[in-house]
């Protein structure tokens, strides 16, 4: 599988952006996807992330509320809205999927396998 993002962006706090990935190479049928985030000089991070049968998706704390992951099966694009952002979100957006990944690993970043080369969004103040 390979995984392009696009969608990022400067936006000023409160703003809205959606980020996309296109998959490429393979369907995500019986992939878990997700996001990561990476900022400056920091770790990678989980935002969001969503199994393949389709339960309820699952979010890191901070952007509960915000943000929402959704996937398209037929175009095979994964995204996500971002909405009241805040500088805070600024970093660097990471697309990914996997298989055969168990609920308590889900926002660990070597969970899984493919990665797309990550979009920028920098949310001003």
């Known amino acids: 599988v390979q995984l392009q993002a696009s969608g990022g962006g400067l936006v000023q706090a409160g703003g809205s952006l959606r980020l996309s990935c296109a998959a490429s190479?393979?369907?995500?049928?019986?992939?878990?996807l997700g996001w990561f985030r990476q900022a400056t000089g920091k770790d990678r991070e989980f935002v969001a992330a969503?199994?393949?049968?389709?339960?309820?998706?699952f979010y890191v704390d901070s952007v509960k509320g915000r943000f929402t992951i959704s996937k398209d099966r037929a175009k095979n694009i994964l995204y996500l809205q971002m909405n009241i952002l805040q500088p805070e979100d600024t970093a660097r957006y990471f697309c990914?999927?996997?298989?055969?990944?168990?609920?308590?690993?889900?926002?660990?970043?070597?969970?899984?396998?493919?990665w797309g080369q990550g979009t920028q969004v920098t949310v001003s103040s």
């Open positions: 990914t999927a996997g298989q055969g990944i168990i609920l308590s690993n889900l926002r660990v970043p070597a969970s899984y396998e493919y």
């Open positions: 190479g393979r369907t995500f049928s019986g992939y878990t």
């Open positions: 969503i199994r393949p049968t389709n339960s309820n998706p």
